[in-house]
């Protein structure tokens, strides 16, 4: 009886390690246990003829499914609260910082592309390559896009038409710009409503990625471990090359001078808080301080660097698309440059609505998927692979987005003084 008490009790503290603390190490926890469960699984099936890793299993199938149901209203009503409450009227070198950030965006999937087509990668995924309709050419793709934008509202949201779904979203939040402010507080009370919802589905990753681990190695192998790897080395390198190459010469194209010394403040000061953070909006005030030590025009960046916070979203542009390459890869989807460059394009757009949710950028996956013919069973898939090696990738991200909302804003403001003296 004793003994019965003490397993009881050693069971409720294991279990608790999945239900307490932070969210990133109890993953960290369900990725060991997951492959601690698929070592073990052939010698209880030999033995015992009990496949303990197809058992636990279907809390990654639940986990994916989870998924797969609040992306599409999430986004919905994301872009419909972000672009009704947009603010207009700002200072005028505002549009000189947005455009920044578009550019930074859009740069960063373009090199996201380039990145995968130089380095492709496969990622474990349950799926028939015969249930697949690739894009014949980049003229498939604007006649997919083009016909998925006049889908009705009700079933785009029902089919998990993305692109239908974004485009009435957007529309919708263009019109509802001019709505009362009690209506818009609606959208923002739903579009909240919807975020705890979400909360609540991400709080259960540690046991989806227990299950798809241990189901997923026990299927394919310990090698599969080395897919994760190489996609997050991908994923990384790309991040790096945007924070050390291209940021740098979008300053430098604004200030003409040496960009390096502002580029390493921010990053050693913003980009290294935001890492740990895992939070652009939490990072808001380490920006606000960081631009003050730096004496750039207060009316700039008190509205700069929250804006930033939502629509400058580079290192979120090249999770989607490097996650949404690798399912095209693995699926054997042929598809050209220019057909994946229109995915860059797609990304943007979907990063600037991926702040302020939990593994925003992961969840937004689908849309850009939905491009290549992919369903959006096999793109939640490709979500809880995101997950996996989501530790390291969604720190690296924030950093990246977090301190290029400072960079950029001093690049403008710098460029605008030195206009002035000039």
């Known amino acids: 009886m004793h003994n019965l008490s003490d397993l009881i009790m050693t ?14 190490k109890r993953i960290i926890i369900g990725l060991v246990l997951g ?19 197809e058992k636990v299993g279907i809390l990654g199938s639940l986990f994916v499914k989870g998924l797969r149901a609040v992306a599409p209203i999430l986004i919905f009503v994301l872009v419909i609260a972000a672009i009704a409450n947009r603010r207009v009227g700002t200072k005028s070198n505002m549009k000189d910082i947005v455009l920044l950030y578009i550019l930074g965006t859009f740069g960063a999937s373009v090199i996201a592309v380039f990145a995968s087509f130089a380095f492709p990668m496969h990622i474990p995924l349950s799926t028939a390559a015969d249930s697949i309709s690739p894009p ?48 818009k507080n609606v959208f923002n009370d739903f579009a909240e409503a919807v975020s705890k919802v979400v909360h609540l ?5 540690p046991f989806g990625i227990f299950g798809l681990v241990a189901s997923t190695l026990a299927d394919k192998g310990l090698s599969a471990l080395w897919n994760y790897g190489h996609l997050l080395l991908v994923l990384i390198g790309s991040m790096l090359f945007v924070a050390l190459v291209l940021n740098p010469m979008i300053v430098y194209w604004k200030i003409r001078r ?38 750039l025009d207060e009316e700039t960046y008190s509205v700069s660097i929250p804006l930033g916070a939502t629509i400058n979203m580079a290192g979120a542009a090249i999770t989607i ?9 693995t699926l054997g989807v042929v598809v050209s440059i220019p057909t994946a460059i229109l995915l860059s394009v797609v990304s943007a757009i979907c990063a600037c609505g991926a702040s302020g949710v939990a ?5 937004l996956i689908p849309l850009a998927c939905s491009l290549f013919g992919i369903s959006a ?8 692979v995101g997950f996996v090696i989501g530790v390291l990738q969604d720190s690296a991200e924030t950093a990246l987005n977090s301190s290029t909302d400072v960079l950029f804003t001093a690049a403008v403001c710098m460029a605008e003084e030195n206009k002035n003296n000039g």
């Open 35 to 53: 492959v601690l469960v698929a070592l073990i699984s052939p010698n209880l099936e030999s033995t015992l003829g009990f496949n303990l890793a």
């Open 377 to 384: 069973e096999v793109a939640a898939q490709v979500i809880a």
């Open 136 to 183: 014949g050419s980049v003229a498939d793709v604007f006649t997919v896009v083009i016909s998925n934008i006049f889908s009705n509202p009700v079933d785009a949201l029902a089919t998990s038409n993305f692109i239908g779904i974004l485009a009435w979203a957007i529309a919708l939040g263009m019109t509802l710009r001019h709505a009362a402010d009690t209506t």
């Open 258 to 295: 040496n960009p390096y010394p502002l580029v390493w403040q921010c990053i050693s000061v913003s980009g290294l808080t935001a890492f740990f953070t895992r939070s652009s909006a939490a990072n808001i005030p380490v920006n606000i301080d960081l631009a003050k030590k730096l004496n």
């Open 321 to 329: 698309t490097i996650l949404t390459l690798a399912a095209v890869q």
């Open 359 to 363: 593994g925003g950028s992961l969840l």
């Open 201 to 205: 589905v991400i709080s259960l990753a």
């Open 11 to 24: 069971t409720s503290r294991f279990l608790s390690l999945f239900f307490r603390g932070s969210l990133v």
